[in-house]
Nanobody, 115 residues
Framework: QVQLVESGGGLVQAGGSLRLSCAAS????????MGWYRQAPGKQRELVAV???????NYADSVKGRFTISRDNAKNTVYLQMNNLKPEDTAVYYC?????????WGQGTQVTVSS
């Protein structure tokens, strides 16, 4: 059974930092792209950052220079280091893992940034 377990969300003041983790298990195919998405109330889910199995990364313009995505292939885990958080970063953050032609989503973790 495939499981993506996210952790690290919470409440933080503007300017603070959080680190999200997403550990994948039960995936029998080689994992390709791992990424983070977010969805704020009343808005569509949007890409935050992705990282390929070769280490190439891509970020949303709104988080460039503040967020860093990384992965540990031995642990099938992807991380999102979020620095200098802003109130507009408040959302539910979801990890997504791509393996062969399948995409798997985490359950989401709430990040709330107070002003």
């Amino acid at each position: 059974q495939v499981q993506l377990v996210e952790s690290g969300g919470g409440l933080v003041q503007a300017g603070g930092s959080l680190r999200l983790s997403c550990a994948a298990s039960g995936i029998i195919f080689s994992i390709n792209t791992m990424g983070w998405y977010r969805q704020a109330p009343g808005k569509q889910r949007e890409l935050v950052a992705v990282i390929t199995n070769g280490g190439n990364t891509n970020y949303a313009d709104s988080v460039k220079g503040r967020f860093t995505i990384s992965r540990d292939n031995a642990k099938n885990t992807v991380y999102l280091q979020m620095n200098n958080l802003k109130p507009e970063d408040t959302a539910v953050y979801y990890c997504k893992v791509g393996a062969w032609r399948y995409d798997y989503w985490g359950q989401g973790t709430q990040v709330t940034v107070s002003s």
